[in-house]
């Protein structure tokens, strides 16, 4: 499979070159392992996943780590998160060496306590999502992002049944005693065919038998390995009631048209759920640009109790905001910006600026969809997502 260059390549070097750590997270296949060999191919490597390479971490870290040639990629850190508190001793005996140490793992939350109690001011942190449409033309809504998807696409079934199975295997059961998985599988399902709605847990919980206790705990399994986004209403001081509740989405379009059975793009556009799965894809393709530029998550939706709802609400820049629509359709009308501009009047104290996306066409540059909103593709996102003051 040959290499596509990442946006995040120049961030890793300049990271490698100021800290002695890098700490690289991100979901299972989103190309972690193969970035980091691209750019150090000369340093050595270590799977932290093997039994026999973790029962010589437990059984004695320090002969372990005095075994290794510097740089080292130890990958899946997160199986051997005892070993952070002797690299930073190490790290510390030697703190005007960069560029020894480069960490992955596929379970952020639990690696990022690890890095706050042992590493903190010694590593950087980054985050490498699947493919986004900037970095391979390929990556599409059908599709998705991961990158062995788009090398072998005739194969996805069966490459997404796989991942789920070992998705479930690993990380499930690393992070929780699952003891159903079945029942997990379901829920799976069933959240895909929420996806771009308000999250309800008891909605969820209902037809799965399980607690909302319980809900809310595998849903936190699912953020914590990338494999969701909740995205936050956005709140301003309109002197109405607001929706309180966050999105839900799935990281990866690919993932979530796998697990609502949808086998073509065809039957994708013909889907009761295209709309979603679009927005959802857009979603992921903000979140990426913004992960991709070295900047925080930034991504937010608006919807009131009169029916005002704009799909996202995006910070592009100091008290400014980008109000866009996503509309599955290769037609956009002017109608459709109506909920963007509302808001966009109703907010003072940001500038703003309103857009519709919707799939590509041949003439799907920027347009004028009304005075003051653009109609855009997605390779036009970029331009969206820049600040007029740069």
């Given at each position: 499979m040959r290499?596509?260059?990442?946006?995040?390549?120049?961030?890793?070097?300049?990271?490698?070159?100021?800290?002695?750590?890098?700490?690289?997270?991100?979901?299972?296949?989103?190309?972690?392992?193969t970035l980091c060999q691209h750019l150090y191919p000369r340093a050595a490597y270590v799977l932290l996943e093997d039994p026999d390479v973790v029962a010589r971490v437990r059984a004695d870290p320090r002969a372990f780590l005095d075994s290794l040639r510097l740089p080292v990629i130890l990958d899946e850190i997160q199986n051997a998160p005892e070993l952070l508190n002797y690299i930073r001793t190490r790290i510390d005996r030697a703190p005007s060496r960069k560029g020894d140490w480069f960490l992955t793992g596929s379970q952020e939350a639990p690696l990022m306590r690890g890095v706050t109690e042992s590493m903190a001011g010694r590593a950087a942190v980054l985050q490498l999502l699947p493919l986004s449409h900037r970095e391979d033309a390929r990556v599409s809504w059908f599709y998705g992002g991961f990158p062995e998807v788009l090398a072998r696409p005739h194969g996805a079934p069966l490459w997404f049944q796989s991942y789920l199975q070992t998705y479930l295997e690993r990380d499930v059961r690393a992070l929780a005693a699952i003891r159903d998985l079945a029942t997990f599988r379901r829920f799976l399902s069933l959240l895909a065919s929420r996806t771009g709605q308000i999250l309800n847990k008891t909605d969820i919980a209902a037809p799965l038998g399980v607690s909302v206790p319980t809900v809310s705990q595998w849903l936190s399994i699912l953020e914590v390995t990338a494999q969701i986004l909740l995205v936050q209403p956005f709140f301003e001081n309109f002197g109405k009631r607001l929706t309180k509740s966050p999105k839900l989405y799935f990281l990866d379009s690919g993932l979530v048209c796998h697990l609502l059975g949808i086998e073509t793009a065809a039957s994708l556009a013909r889907s009761p759920f295209s709309g979603a799965v679009f927005e959802g894809f857009i979603a992921s393709e903000i979140v990426k640009a913004q992960v991709n530029a070295g900047k925080r998550r930034e991504l937010y939706f608006f919807r009131d109790e009169q029916g005002l709802e704009v799909d996202f609400v995006v910070p592009t820049g100091p008290a400014e905001l980008l109000l866009l629509e996503a509309k599955a359709t290769r037609t956009l009308r002017p109608e459709m910006a109506a909920p963007a501009e509302r808001l966009a009047r109703a907010i003072k104290r940001y500038k703003t600026h309103t857009a519709v996306i919707g799939l590509a066409s041949r003439d799907s540059d920027f347009s004028a969809l009304h005075p003051g909103t653009r109609a855009a593709s997605l390779k036009n996102l970029p331009a969206l997502l820049a600040s007029s003051k740069r």
């Amino acid at each position: 499979m040959r290499f596509t260059p990442r946006l995040l390549e120049q961030p890793l070097r300049r990271a490698a070159r100021q800290f002695a750590a890098v700490i690289l997270t991100g979901p299972r296949r989103s190309g972690k392992t193969t970035l980091c060999q691209h750019l150090y191919p000369r340093a050595a490597y270590v799977l932290l996943e093997d039994p026999d390479v973790v029962a010589r971490v437990r059984a004695d870290p320090r002969a372990f780590l005095d075994s290794l040639r510097l740089p080292v990629i130890l990958d899946e850190i997160q199986n051997a998160p005892e070993l952070l508190n002797y690299i930073r001793t190490r790290i510390d005996r030697a703190p005007s060496r960069k560029g020894d140490w480069f960490l992955t793992g596929s379970q952020e939350a639990p690696l990022m306590r690890g890095v706050t109690e042992s590493m903190a001011g010694r590593a950087a942190v980054l985050q490498l999502l699947p493919l986004s449409h900037r970095e391979d033309a390929r990556v599409s809504w059908f599709y998705g992002g991961f990158p062995e998807v788009l090398a072998r696409p005739h194969g996805a079934p069966l490459w997404f049944q796989s991942y789920l199975q070992t998705y479930l295997e690993r990380d499930v059961r690393a992070l929780a005693a699952i003891r159903d998985l079945a029942t997990f599988r379901r829920f799976l399902s069933l959240l895909a065919s929420r996806t771009g709605q308000i999250l309800n847990k008891t909605d969820i919980a209902a037809p799965l038998g399980v607690s909302v206790p319980t809900v809310s705990q595998w849903l936190s399994i699912l953020e914590v390995t990338a494999q969701i986004l909740l995205v936050q209403p956005f709140f301003e001081n309109f002197g109405k009631r607001l929706t309180k509740s966050p999105k839900l989405y799935f990281l990866d379009s690919g993932l979530v048209c796998h697990l609502l059975g949808i086998e073509t793009a065809a039957s994708l556009a013909r889907s009761p759920f295209s709309g979603a799965v679009f927005e959802g894809f857009i979603a992921s393709e903000i979140v990426k640009a913004q992960v991709n530029a070295g900047k925080r998550r930034e991504l937010y939706f608006f919807r009131d109790e009169q029916g005002l709802e704009v799909d996202f609400v995006v910070p592009t820049g100091p008290a400014e905001l980008l109000l866009l629509e996503a509309k599955a359709t290769r037609t956009l009308r002017p109608e459709m910006a109506a909920p963007a501009e509302r808001l966009a009047r109703a907010i003072k104290r940001y500038k703003t600026h309103t857009a519709v996306i919707g799939l590509a066409s041949r003439d799907s540059d920027f347009s004028a969809l009304h005075p003051g909103t653009r109609a855009a593709s997605l390779k036009n996102l970029p331009a969206l997502l820049a600040s007029s003051k740069r």
